[in-house]
C-alpha cells in the first residue's frame, strides 16, 4: 500500500469521526431540549412538524440534520438564541445569530424603545434587565428607589462586587433589600422558581454558574416560608422602610420576533404601586425630586 493511499485512509477515517462525533453532539443536545421542554418524541415531531421516525434517528445519531431542520427543532422546542447558535454548532453549523451590545450602532432603534419605555413609567420604577437579572437600564424612579438604601454605587458594591449589577442580588442580599422586605419567605419562594426556570434554558456556563450562585443566595431564605392566603391576585414586593411602607406588583415585556440574542435575552420589568398608599408615596418621591 503507498503512502498517498494510506495519507488517504487515515484522512477518510478521520473525516469520518469528526462526522460521527457531530451527530452525536447534536442528537444529545436534542435529547437535552427535548427533556427540558417535557415532551415526548411525538409531541416533537407533531410541533416541528417531522415524522416521530426522523426525530428518533436524529437522537441516535442515525440521521444527520439540514442547518433548516434545527432551526425549525429549535423553534419548536422553543430554544433561546443563544442555545441555538449552539444547537447549530453541535450539528456543523455557523451561527446565524448575531450578538451585539446594546450600546451599538444597529441597536439604537432598541435602545430608542426602551428609553421611551422607561421615560414613560416614571414616576414609577422599571429595570431593563438581562437573563442573569442584571441591569442593563433603569428609569429615575428605580435610580430614586435605590437611593432609599443608601450611596448607590457603595449599595452595589457591597451586593455585587463583580460589577454584574444583579438585581435578583441586590433584593436578596444581607447588605441590600433584605433586611427590608416585609414578604420576605413568600417572595424569596417566588424568585427561585423564576430563577429555576431561567437555568432551564440556559446552556452557557458562566451564565448557569452566575445564575445559581443567585440561586442559593435566594434559596436560604424559603426554607420553612409559608405562603399567606393572598390579598392580591399576584405576589408584590413589600418594602418597610424606615419611614415608610411602599408595596410594588411587576409586569414583564419582552421584545416579539428577536432575532439577536442581546435582544432575545431582554425583559422589562416594570412596577406598578399595589395599593393607593404605595401609589402616592411614590407620586410625593418624584414631587419632591424636582
Known amino acids: 500500500m503507498t503512502s498517498e493511499v494510506i495519507v488517504g485512509v ?5 473525516a ?3 462526522e460521527v462525533d457531530v451527530h452525536t453532539a447534536f442528537a444529545e443536545q ?27 434517528w436524529l437522537e441516535t445519531g442515525k440521521s444527520a440534520p439540514s442547518r433548516d431542520m434545527v432551526v425549525r427543532l429549535a423553534e419548536a422546542l422553543d430554544v433561546p438564541l443563544r442555545e441555538r447558535n449552539t444547537l447549530l454548532g453541535s450539528a456543523g ?7 451585539r451590545q446594546v450600546d451599538a450602532e444597529q441597536m439604537r432603534p432598541i435602545r430608542d424603545a426602551l428609553e421611551a419605555m422607561l421615560a414613560h413609567h416614571d ?17 429615575t424612579s428605580a435610580s430614586r428607589i435605590l437611593t432609599v438604601f443608601g450611596n448607590v454605587d457603595a449599595l452595589w458594591q457591597r451586593v ?4 454584574a449589577r444583579s438585581l435578583a442580588r441586590l433584593t436578596f442580599h444581607p447588605d441590600g433589600m433584605r433586611p427590608y422586605i416585609e414578604n420576605l419567605g413568600e417572595l424569596a419562594a417566588s424568585f427561585a422558581y423564576r430563577i429555576r426556570s431561567d437555568l432551564q434554558s440556559i446552556g452557557d456556563p458562566d451564565q448557569r454558574a452566575e445564575l445559581a450562585d443567585v440561586l442559593t443566595l435566594v434559596s436560604s431564605e424559603t426554607v ?19 419611614s415608610a411602607r411602599i408595596s410594588l406588583m411587576s409586569v414583564i415585556a419582552t421584545f416579539g420576533t428577536p432575532l439577536d440574542v442581546t435582544v432575545d435575552e431582554l425583559r422589562i420589568e416594570s412596577f406598578y404601586p399595589a395599593d393607593e398608599p404605595s401609589k402616592q408615596l411614590l407620586l410625593q418621591m418624584a414631587d419632591h425630586s424636582e
Open 93 to 99: 453549523f455557523a451561527a446565524i445569530y448575531s450578538e
Open 16 to 18: 469520518l469521526q469528526q
Open 123 to 139: 414616576p414609577y420604577p422599571a429595570f431593563v434587565l438581562d437573563r442573569c437579572w442584571r441591569v442593563v437600564m433603569l428609569n
Open 10 to 14: 487515515i484522512l477518510g477515517t478521520y
Open 224 to 242: 420553612g416560608a409559608e405562603v399567606a392566603q393572598p390579598l392580591l391576585p399576584i405576589l408584590p414586593l413589600t418594602l418597610r422602610l424606615p
Open 160 to 163: 455585587d462586587p463583580s460589577g
Open 30 to 56: 436534542l435529547k437535552h431540549w427535548r427533556a427540558t421542554r417535557h415532551l415526548s418524541q411525538l409531541d416533537l415531531a407533531l410541533t416541528a412538524g417531522v415524522s416521530q421516525r426522523h426525530v428518533s
